[in-house]
Nanobody, 122 residues
Framework: VQLQASGGGLVQAGGSLRLSCAVS????????MGWFRQVPGKEREFVAA??????SYAESVKGRFTISRDIAKKSVYLQMNSLKPEDTAVYYC??????????????????WGQGTQVTVSS
């Protein structure tokens, strides 16, 4: 399974970005998928996750970020609105291919993308 994240960039506070993650793998529809983020010197932080029929979000992004996926395109997305400077980080997509789906716990994910930088200026 390979993951390729894209869509990061520089945006002003209050702006929007949409991250994409293309996933190889035959059983994509059964994977739990997540987005995490990390800043230098800190641990990787859960952002959002999606599995069949359910989504979950970190409190810090609820109401601003939306995770979705397209089974036909084998892709997962993170729509980020009302961005804040504290959202600045490298964002990673991840796949959990072995149930049960742990959603918020990074060690539960089997495969990771390479990361995409999101920078929000004030």
């Amino acid at each position: 399974v390979q993951l390729q994240a894209s869509g990061g960039g520089l945006v002003q506070a209050g702006g929007s970005l949409r991250l994409s993650c293309a996933v190889s793998g035959r059983a994509f529809s059964s994977y739990g998928m997540g987005w995490f983020r990390q800043v230098p010197g800190k641990e990787r932080e859960f952002v959002a996750a999606i599995s069949s029929g359910s989504t979950s979000y970190a409190e810090s992004v609820k109401g601003r970020f939306t995770i979705s996926r397209d089974i036909a395109k084998k892709s997962v997305y993170l729509q980020m609105n009302s961005l804040k400077p504290e959202d600045t980080a490298v964002y990673y997509c991840a796949a959990d291919t072995v149930p049960p789906f742990t959603a918020t716990m990074a060690p539960g994910y089997d495969y990771w993308g390479q990361g995409t930088q999101v920078t929000v200026s004030s």
